[in-house]
């Protein structure tokens, strides 16, 4: 089943319930596997060391009531409730809400936007502007004119985004040490340091390992094992209840919290941060929202997950209220109130379990990665989609060996439940905290609440987990300095990589070459058109970049069909297929130049192959056949020179071939000519030679009145132009800050910049391009 493209929509209402059930069934096992398996390790950090057990129940009591309490005002409560209306068309996550609050109040950082990404369907969706008089059109007119308040607000989503990255280093760890911690019942104590550790590396090391496959491999097996491990928690948890103490659901009220503090006090505070870790995992019911509709989700936690969780805490301190004298049992922690007849079918389910909550956090890693990239806040990586079907399911290697070096460095360095929660712990309520802010934003400005109610969300759930942020913060030398190291030195790899691009494109748009110095190039240097389509990538979206001035003055020859290629990213999660692309002359029609940018979101896939050049030029050949060029392309050279000082250029919308009907359709090899009934014109166009053999492409030209005698020259000249090949001119900028910089700029530019640029992967379009078709040009950029 598709779940990226099929049920992208939060469209509960238009679900069939056997549709709702069958999308709840699978986010057991994608949006649920690291917060079910929270109470492998939830109890045991709570009383490591902070709280004393003593012969009275009040401290375990106190314990269950928090847990309680948390776990039904922040997942139930917060993220089910609140923040999961908070999509961005289907889409959720911290770049979901930062999104909305780009298209919303303009606040966008990618400088390469248009006024026509605000025609794209997803953009306009839903977008109202305030009353002029109200605090959300204030609030809105003060972001759009302050850039600091804008540069703050980007930061913000990239310390949430930083925090993911770290909890997807740490979650792995902590769930599977957890997991396989129940082998210390089977083997003497002395030699329990010495079994957990390496099993939870080699378990690591698998998990890592088998990524490549993708996830939708063994997926199915993964909501199974998710509703085995909570039915077997669950009847755990009850019947520890039963046969220990059948009241300890009094633990429940919140009373027991306030006996817990006041008799633990600063004790009682600090193992707060073992507390937090039973929300471990819920901000994955947000982040994965496009996966699946918002009420399937609801759905599985609500009646399933929730309950299964409080049934499991709720055994865990029955049993404990029973135990408190034996010392070595708190040391075990979950596995001790197993019973022992099921203590190793219940380990064998409960390492799976881990394994497939730690599948999800990885996975949900990756995609933050491709997001912070796609909004050019992160170098470029390799992005593998391991599924033809679910476009979500990605896999980055680069990301995934570091994660798992990083995760056997914490797990050997640390080898215990308790400073691996304290890391954990401050990971995961960061980026709740960053969730928080955002989430006001949006009630004010996309929501168009009262400021009243925007302040209440913050005060209420911002106190909670300010409280448990405190909490884990006071942890520092105890783990906790690991998620911030880590977030740290991501956040200066965004950061200089944002500000290195930022400062790229302003440099490009600074000394760009204006149309008329294109137009007059002819007589002045003897220009020579040569066979073929030239493709020049520019990430300007309006002019003629240096680069290419640089390359022609030096070389006055280019070819008889020159298009500009611009591949950017724009704010929503998904450009439809028929929108993808804009196309337009540059120029009067017969200069044979074109623009053409292509639209991505930045859930979006990206072509890497033929099929691009493909889509490409016959974007170009719909664009001429349509007759859209018409109002651009048929000026004569005279009535450009009469507009010599505006260099407005018309773009018009064109979708993938896909989205044509009866116009300029692609067809590969191996299908006949009998597809052209109807034609009157048929031409076959083959690909240059490369290394590996490429499809074949012919277009079809439908007999039509509407097609004028130059639009059917234009088409040929560009058919011809694809039949001498494409030539890819590809730029290769070198940065470095002037003379009499700031040393911090140098160090950012020459060093920082420049060796991110060095060892990141080019864009993806420049390596499925043939060497022998390739030209790059050198430039320096002085910043």
Not at 197 to 211: K, W
Not at 218 to 224: I, K, N, Q
Request: glycine share 8%.
């Amino acid at each position: 089943m598709d779940l990226e493209t099929g049920f992208r929509q939060n469209s509960s209402k238009r679900q069939s319930w056997r549709t709702v059930l069958t999308l709840a069934y699978q986010s057991l096992g994608v949006v649920y596997g690291d917060l079910s398996t929270s109470p492998l390790y939830v109890y045991k950090s709570t009383f490591a060391e902070d709280i004393k057990h003593s012969e009275t129940n009040e401290e375990i009591y106190g314990v269950l009531s928090f847990i309680f309490w948390t776990l039904t005002l922040v997942p139930l409560l917060k993220y089910v409730f609140i923040v999961l209306k908070a999509d961005d068309n289907g889409e959720g996550g911290t770049f979901a809400l930062y999104s909305l609050l780009c298209r919303h109040a303009r606040v966008n950082s990618l400088p390469s936007c248009q006024l026509e990404d605000e025609e794209l369907s997803f953009y306009k969706k839903d977008i109202v502007s305030p009353a002029p008089t109200t605090v959300g059109a204030r609030l809105k007119s003060t972001l759009e004119r302050h850039r600091v308040l804008q540069r703050f607000l980007l930061v913000l989503a990239l310390i949430g985004a930083c925090m993911v990255i770290g909890d997807g280093i740490l979650s792995p760890a902590i769930s599977v040490f957890s997991a396989v911690s129940g082998l210390e019942l089977a083997v003497s104590k002395e030699h329990n340091k010495y079994i957990e550790v390496p099993v939870a590396c080699i378990i690591l090391i698998a998990l890592f390992a088998l990524q490549h496959y993708g996830t939708h491999r063994v997926g199915f097996l993964f909501a199974p094992v998710v509703i085995t491990w909570l039915v077997c928690i669950s009847a755990i948890g009850l019947y520890n209840i039963i046969h220990w103490n059948p009241h300890v659901y009094q633990a429940l009220s919140p009373y027991y919290m306030y006996k817990f503090l006041k008799k633990t006090q600063r004790g009682g505070w600090m193992s707060l941060g073992g507390i937090l870790l039973c929300i471990t995992g819920s901000e994955a019911m947000f982040a994965d929202l496009g996966h699946f509709s918002q009420l399937s989700i609801q759905l599985a936690f609500t009646f399933l997950v929730y309950p299964s969780l409080i049934l499991a805490y709720m055994g865990q301190a029955a049993y404990l209220s029973q135990h408190h004298v034996i010392e070595s049992d708190y040391h075990i922690g979950f596995y001790v109130s197993v019973p022992e007849k099921v203590r190793w079918p219940v380990l064998v389910i409960a390492i799976l379990a881990a394994v497939v909550g730690s599948q999800a956090i990885i996975t949900g890693t990756f995609s933050i990665i491709k997001q912070c990239s796609s909004l050019g806040c992160f170098p470029g990586v390799k992005i593998v989609h391991t599924s033809s079907k679910i476009h979500g399911q990605i896999y980055i290697p680069e990301i995934n060996w570091t994660l798992m070096l990083l995760c056997l460095a914490v797990t050997i360095g640390f080898r215990d439940t308790k400073r691996l929660g304290n890391a954990s712990g401050l990971a995961v309520i960061t980026v709740m905290l960053v969730t928080t802010c955002l989430m006001s934003l949006v009630i004010v400005l996309c929501w168009h609440q009262s400021v009243f109610l925007a302040i209440g969300f913050v005060l209420f759930f911002g106190t909670i987990e300010a409280l448990y942020f405190s909490a884990s913060l006071i942890k520092f030398l105890e783990g906790a300095w690991v998620p911030i190291v880590m977030a740290f030195i991501f956040m200066i790899v965004m950061c200089v990589w944002h500000y290195g691009s930022l400062k790229k494109y302003e440099f490009d748009v600074q000394n760009k070459v204006s149309v008329d110095w294109l137009l007059s190039l002819g007589p002045s240097l003897g220009i020579v058109r040569v066979n073929g389509i030239g493709l020049i990538h520019t990430e300007l979206v309006s002019g003629i970049p240096a680069i290419f001035s640089h390359f022609v003055t030096n070389l006055p020859a280019f070819h008889q069909v020159l298009v500009f290629l611009c591949i950017k990213s724009v704010p929503i999660p998904h450009v439809k297929h028929e929108e993808r692309f804009l196309v337009g002359h540059i120029g009067p029609r017969e200069y044979r130049i074109y623009r053409c940018i292509v639209r991505y979101g930045y859930r979006d896939a990206h072509k890497d192959d033929s099929g691009f050049e493909n889509d490409l030029v016959c974007s170009i050949a719909e664009y001429i056949r349509t007759g859209k060029a018409g109002s651009n392309g048929a000026a004569t050279a005279a009535a450009a020179e009469e507009n010599l000082a505006q260099e407005r250029e018309e773009m018009a919308v064109m979708g993938t071939p896909s989205t044509y009907l009866g116009g300029v359709h692609v067809y590969e090899d191996g299908e006949g000519h009998s597809s052209s009934a109807g034609t009157s014109e048929l031409r076959e166009i083959k690909s240059p030679p490369v290394l590996k053999p490429r499809k074949k492409v012919r277009f079809v030209v439908p007999e039509s009145p509407k097609i004028d005698q130059s639009a059917r020259t234009e088409l040929r000249e560009l058919m011809e132009a694809r039949e001498a090949g494409i030539a890819y001119i590809l730029g290769h900028s070198y940065m470095q800050a002037k003379q009499g910089s700031s040393f911090v700029k140098k160090m950012v530019i020459n060093f920082g910049y420049e060796f991110l640029r060095r060892n990141s992967r080019p864009p993806t379009y420049a390596l499925s391009v043939p060497h022998a078709s390739t030209l790059e040009v050198g430039m320096v950029y002085n910043i």
